[in-house]
């Protein structure tokens, strides 16, 4: 379960699609957000409020275990150094995954949830 109080709102500012399997995306940094290298973060999508998502089905329905409406959170390293003015990320798309079938639809002006708490 993710603590409400600790979700912030980043801004996606770039993406770079690497192969058909391998993307990267830079967001905004949330000030006052601090992690040590190496260490992780919960990112989390609505599908709904993405600029362009995609429903598991052609007819529109999801079979998936999650509504197009609900948000989802993974945990994702942070590969930009701790000094950086923005946060970068890798992602490898797991085909029908729940989070990363939409998070590959990322334009920049997205908006990402962040739980701030490093880990």
């Known amino acids: 379960m993710t603590d409400a109080s600790n979700i ?3 801004k996606v500012l770039s993406k770079t699609t690497w192969t058909d399997s391998l993307f990267s995306f830079t967001t905004t940094r ?3 957000f601090k992690f040590t290298a190496g260490q992780f973060v ?3 999508v609505n599908p709904s409020q993405l600029r362009h998502h995609q429903s598991s089905n052609t007819d529109g329905t999801d079979d998936d275990k ?3 409406d609900e ?3 993974r945990a994702y390293s942070i590969v930009s150094s701790p000094y950086e003015d923005e ?3 890798f992602s490898v798309v797991i085909p029908d995954g729940a989070f990363t079938s939409q998070l590959q ?3 920049v002006e997205d908006e990402v949830l962040l739980n701030s708490q490093p880990f």
């Open 42 to 44: 919960r990112l989390g």
């Open 66 to 68: 999650h509504s197009l």
């Open 71 to 73: 948000e989802i959170f």
């Open 105 to 107: 639809f990322l334009q």
């Open 8 to 10: 912030q709102t980043i």
């Open 87 to 89: 946060l970068e990320f």
């Open 30 to 32: 949330p000030q006052g």
